[in-house]
């Protein structure tokens, strides 16, 4: 089982598991970027996850299991809201080099870490950006210019369309990262979804390596543009969630 595997065994078994074949140049950057996490962990609050093999599992696999279950286009432009640590953003980057992505978070302390990561593992094509969603959702650069919206750990379902949907152009995804259960979330979510003009595409659900917990991707796909007033203001989706 896990316990007798290596970090850097975990992770290329771990993502053969996921229909990934992780090289060597990925596991040295995983190693690069799990011993940066626990370093700067110590000063500043970026998980609570501290086990090695764990974040193996349950930060850089969890990350990638959306790569062995729908189709990310090559070079597709990727933002990831409310990233934190790097989740699951950095570890799409490492796994596909070519995807170009974008990193949002509110956190400025966060930010400076994400910064020193990209760095340290000379990542191209991938920039941070401190601030809000609702506010960064609103740029022209960023707005309905993504292939693919992702986000985990961030916010309830109704409040994550509004922070996500804005960035995804028409034609284009956004994949929620949960957990088990989401039946009810996923129906608080409906008026939202038709309202920010997507609709729901898939309910995946999956498995994480070794440890076996369930995993929920929840996959909408943009069919019409979000009106120019979503997002709402800084503060107003999580105060008063959209359609709820
Ligand atoms: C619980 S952490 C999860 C981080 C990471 N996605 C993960 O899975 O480990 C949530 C992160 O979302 C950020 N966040 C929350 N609301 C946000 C918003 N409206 N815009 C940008 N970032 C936001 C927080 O600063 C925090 O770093």
Redesign the pocket.
Known sequence: MSKNLTFAELIKQGGQELNLNLDKKAVLLFETYKDLLLEWNQKINL?SITDVNEIAIK?FLD?LIILGEIEVKVQCRVV?????????GIPLKIARPDLNVVL????QK?VAFLREVIDKLQLKNIEVYH????E?GHYPEFRESFDLAV?????KMPVLVE?NLPFVRVGGQFVA?KGPETDEEVKLAANAVFELGAELEEAKETYLPFIRDRRSLIIYRKTKHTPPKYPRK?GL??KKPLGV
């Open positions: 998980t930060h990350s990831d809201i409310g990233t934190g640590a790097g989740f699951p949002v978070d509110s956190l966060r601030g809000r969603a609702e960064l986000a985990r750990a961030v916010a922070y990262f800084p989706p999580e």
